[in-house]
């Protein structure tokens, strides 16, 4: 994978746990995931959203559940301290000041 390819998975990341952040209830499905990704410049296909959020599972930066072809992420703890930069996971973009 290219460096710029990297780079732009690490900010998807990142947005998808601040979209999180922002959601009444700290969760969204992949597809309003997906509008706000494409909100802020990115154009992920379906399944890179979702490859993201399984992903960000497996960090432990989300929960997610499963209602038809959606999935339904939570934002943790520790998303939400990636999202305020209090930590760091290598494969997220730290967030700027």
């Known amino acids: 994978m290219s460096e710029f390819a990297q780079f732009l998975r ?3 990341r990142l947005v998808i746990l601040r979209v999180l952040a922002t959601m009444p209830s700290y ?3 992949s597809s309003v995931l997906m509008t ?7 154009n992920p296909s379906r399944d890179q959203v979702k490859t993201e959020i399984r ?10 559940e499963t209602a038809y072809d959606l999935l339904i992420a ?8 990636v999202v305020a930069a209090r930590t760091v996971v290598p494969g997220v973009k730290k967030p700027g000041a």
């Open 74 to 81: 939570r934002i943790t703890e520790r998303g939400s301290d």
């Open 36 to 42: 706000g990704l494409n909100h802020v410049g990115h």
């Open 55 to 64: 992903w960000l599972e497996e960090q432990g930066l989300v929960t997610v």
């Open 27 to 29: 969760t969204a499905n």
């Open 10 to 12: 690490e900010d998807q």
